[in-house]
């Protein structure tokens, strides 16, 4: 049976997406009597040279040495398992991102800081406790100093 | 040439910009001394600062981080024996046999002294050829500028070390994702319906988010994988200048050649620092009387390396400032800095904007004697600084690149694309598809469709691509190196199943 390894993951993902892609194409305004090519022409060349890259490496990974084929599998759960850390990271930083208008700057970012600290560092003891909270507490109002009143950038 | 550098010289030496200057080498030795932060993430972590700056600020204080990242990495490479950015891989040879012979100070000496020389010397390159490519460049019609644009792209596809496949297709999506919101007519593109989609997306949330976060999150990773190998470090560090000065005068040949090595790879597309040092570690080896100490802890082996690295400062902006086409990540972020800042980098910045290709110059060389200065007298807090942990690095950075693709339109949106675009940059990083063409692909796309257009627009036919001189011999040049990498794919393969073969 065919497993799904990278190579092969990453074709079919793109395969994909190069089919949407192509389908919305057909809605991008069509060229007029002064232009001699239409605004969907790039996009469609690129589009065809990604396609027939992505089914090489699909086709390449089809017909793949030992090494391709005999390389360590994971299941989902045990390659979600060895990821977790930066799952979660990726995780806080996308809920930072949704708190950002919502909490505003200083809040939502002393909670993504003190939260992803916690998750790398550790909490199981004071001193991680401390260079946790001193980073966090430095840098946030630090940050928006320099941004208000340096930059003239207004923060959220 | 002399009036506009003198009064480009005459910005760069006000206080403020001064000021910035320091502050940019000081991060930049930072950014540089950390194992894994790189001298590109340090310029991507600065670059929101910009924003709000004039362009000489701005340039001036990218400028100085430039100068000081690509030294930085002496620090950890001589200290740790861990190379603080790839660029100074071969340091750690023979500046940390030398450290753990009981002279670090003479390690690190030797190297920030080589840096500097180095910078200078590549410098002196840069203010010769810039204006000379510049000036040749600016008979490029639109025909050549596309055909040089597809080989600069094809060139840093085939360099992705045994993935010419994924580094040609990751420069196609890097120009995919130009091609989403309004074109050069006005007409709208894979908006899919969202309209915060039609202006398309910003170069730098982008950039940052397609490497910062593999970048980040692979530092994770590899921190995982290499749990209870930290080991302590001794910060005591004292430069033996007499030592040093004695050691420097027995290397001028080895100066002169390492630094000419680094100006002509920066100056190539998809090279940069960590190939420079390489080849020119290779040479000093092969010139040298006595290429056994190699590797033991020899000045000459620092000096090539520390020279050669630095010197790829002044040769990377050569292709960047003259051909408005960066060779590696660090001069895309460059180009994308003068972009912000309302400056196209190409032949006509050396007649519209002379103040600012001489502030270029100047903040090379007066970094390179901050950097100097710093070096040697904070080195002894730059190898603390060097220790901080990537458990704290990490959450940090990304704050602050959240920050700064905030503030560079006041738009939360741009947050959103840095998000996925790093989830983007992540994926496709453990798919092992290499990101500095992607990445030039996206600095890079505008450009080649808007040349593209123009040229059919003049001539609607194809063929003159290929009638046209130049043109043609820059898609020849294309196609040559995709054979070649081609070929070099090929080998690399075969050596990996003898060798699966020999393991069995």
């Not at chain 2, 009064?7 to 030496?13: D, E, K, N, T």
């Not at chain 2, 790189?38 to 924003?51: C, E, K, W």
């Not at chain 2, 700064?404 to 741009?414: I, K, P, R």
């Not at chain 2, 043609?472 to 393969?493: G, W």
Request: with cysteine; aromatic share 10%.
């Amino acid at each position: 049976m065919l497993t799904l390894t990278k190579d092969r993951a990453l074709a079919l993902v793109l395969l994909l997406i190069i089919a949407v892609m192509w389908v919305e194409s057909g809605n991008i305004r069509p060229p007029t009597s002064w232009q001699p090519y239409g605004s969907a022409l790039f996009p469609r060349i690129l589009l065809v040279v990604t396609g027939l890259l992505s089914l090489l490496i699909l086709v390449r990974s089809l017909i793949a040495g030992p090494g391709e084929r005999n390389a360590p599998r994971r299941s989902f759960g045990e390659w979600l398992a060895h990821n977790r850390t930066v799952l979660v990271l990726f995780a806080l930083f996308g809920l930072y991102a949704a708190l950002l208008p919502i909490l505003g700057y200083i809040v939502a970012t002393l909670a993504f800081l003190v939260t992803s600290l916690g998750l790398l560092l550790g909490i199981d003891s004071r001193r991680k406790w401390i260079i946790n909270l001193a980073v966090s507490c430095t840098l946030v109002p630090l940050v928006f100093v320099i941004f208000r009143f340096g930059l003239n950038v207004w923060l959220p | 040439m002399a009036d506009f550098f003198l009064q480009a010289l005459g910005q760069v030496s006000s206080p403020s910009v001064l000021a910035l200057i320091i502050i940019g080498v000081l991060f930049g030795i930072i950014g540089g001394s950390i194992p894994g932060f790189t001298v590109t993430m340090a310029i991507l972590v600065v670059f929101p600062f910009t924003f709000a700056m004039d362009p000489v600020s701005g340039v001036s204080l990218m400028v100085g981080v430039f100068v000081g990242g690509y030294s930085g990495g002496i620090v950890s490479g001589v200290m740790l024996g861990i190379p603080g950015t790839p660029s100074s891989i071969t340091t750690v040879y023979d500046g940390y046999p030398m450290a753990q012979k009981g002279e670090p100070g003479r390690a690190l000496g030797i190297g920030v002294a080589a840096s500097f020389i180095g910078t200078l010397i590549s410098v002196a390159v840069l203010v010769f050829f810039g204006p000379l490519i510049a000036s040749f460049s600016m008979n490029f019609r639109p025909w050549e500028i596309t055909a040089l644009i597809v080989f600069a792209l094809t060139l840093v596809a085939g360099l992705s070390n045994g993935a010419l496949l994924k580094g040609l297709l990751a420069a196609a999506l890097g120009l995919l994702i130009t091609t989403v919101g309004y074109d050069r007519n006005s007409n709208l593109r894979f908006d899919f319906g969202i309209p915060a989609l039609g202006s398309g997306f910003e170069i730098l949330p982008v950039m940052i988010g397609i490497f910062a976060f593999s970048q980040l999150m692979g530092n994770l990773e590899k921190l995982r994988d290499d749990q209870g190998k930290a080991k302590g470090v001794d910060t005591n560090v004292t430069i033996p200048y007499g030592r040093i000065a004695k050691d420097m005068a027995g290397q001028k040949l080895n100066t002169l050649r390492s630094a000419l090595i680094g100006s002509l790879v920066g100056a190539l597309p998809g090279t940069g620092g960590t190939v420079a040092n390489f080849i020119s570690y290779d040479q000093a080896k092969k010139f040298s009387r006595q290429p056994e100490t190699f590797g033991t802890g020899t000045p000459s082996g620092i000096v090539a390396s520390e020279a050669s690295n630095s010197a790829v400062a002044g040769g990377a902006f050569v292709p960047t400032l003259a051909l408005g086409i960066p060779g590696d990540l660090p001069m895309a972020i460059m180009m994308g800095v003068l972009i912000l800042h309302g400056i196209t980098p190409g032949p006509l910045m050396f007649e519209q904007n002379p103040i600012l290709v001489g502030a270029i110059y100047a903040s090379l060389l007066i970094g390179a004697v901050i950097m100097v200065l710093c070096q040697l007298l904070l080195v002894r807090w730059f190898a603390k600084i060097s220790l901080i942990p990537q458990e704290v690095l990490v959450p940090v950075v990304l704050m602050l690149c959240a920050i700064g693709s905030y503030a560079l339109n006041n738009n939360l949106f741009d947050i959103w694309v840095l998000f996925v675009f790093g989830v983007i940059g992540y994926l496709l990083w453990k798919a092992e598809v290499p990101l500095t063409p992607l990445i030039l692909g996206v600095v890079l796309g505008n450009n080649l469709e808007r040349q593209l257009f123009r040229a059919l627009e003049l001539d609607d036919s194809w063929m003159t691509f290929l009638t046209r001189p130049l043109s043609a011999l820059f898609l020849a040049l294309a196609v040559a190196s995709v054979i070649f990498s081609l070929y070099q794919d090929r080998k690399i393969q075969r050596n990996r199943q003898q060798a699966q073969v020999n393991d069995a």
